[in-house]
């Protein structure tokens, strides 16, 4: 198991009460079943079918958003979570 880092921008970070978690996960899904252990305000990221709920955007490294969230992380990914109203 690899470890990754969760940082969390704007309504997330409110929410989490930090700026980053770091956690040991394979894939996206698994880091986010961290943060929602980790964090009760983001206790809702996920819908009943798993997927990211509405509200959220995932991307790693800044690269991509996440559409599969049982895609493989690769070790040391960083994961961005942040509102889906987010932008200016």
Same mark, same amino acid.
């Given at each position: 198991?690899?470890?990754? %880092?969760?940082?969390?921008?704007?309504?997330?970070?409110?929410?989490?009460?930090?700026?980053?978690?770091? @956690?040991? $996960?394979? %894939? $996206?899904?698994? $880091?986010?079943?961290?943060? $929602?252990?980790?964090?009760?305000?983001?206790?809702?990221?996920? %819908?009943?079918?798993?997927?990211?709920?509405?509200?959220?955007?995932?991307?790693?490294? #800044?690269?991509?958003?996440? @559409?599969?969230?049982?895609?493989? !992380?690769?070790? #040391?990914?960083?994961? !961005?979570?942040?509102? @889906?109203? @987010? #932008?200016?």
């Amino acid at each position: 198991m690899g470890r990754v %880092t969760v940082e969390f921008y704007g309504v997330p970070r409110q929410r989490a009460g930090r700026a980053e978690l770091a @956690a040991d $996960a394979e %894939t $996206a899904a698994a $880091a986010l079943a961290r943060v $929602a252990e980790a964090c009760p305000g983001l206790r809702p990221l996920l %819908t009943p079918d798993g997927r990211l709920a509405p509200q959220y955007l995932l991307s790693i490294d #800044g690269d991509r958003f996440v @559409a599969d969230l049982s895609e493989p !992380l690769p070790v #040391g990914a960083r994961l !961005l979570l942040l509102s @889906a109203d @987010a #932008g200016g």
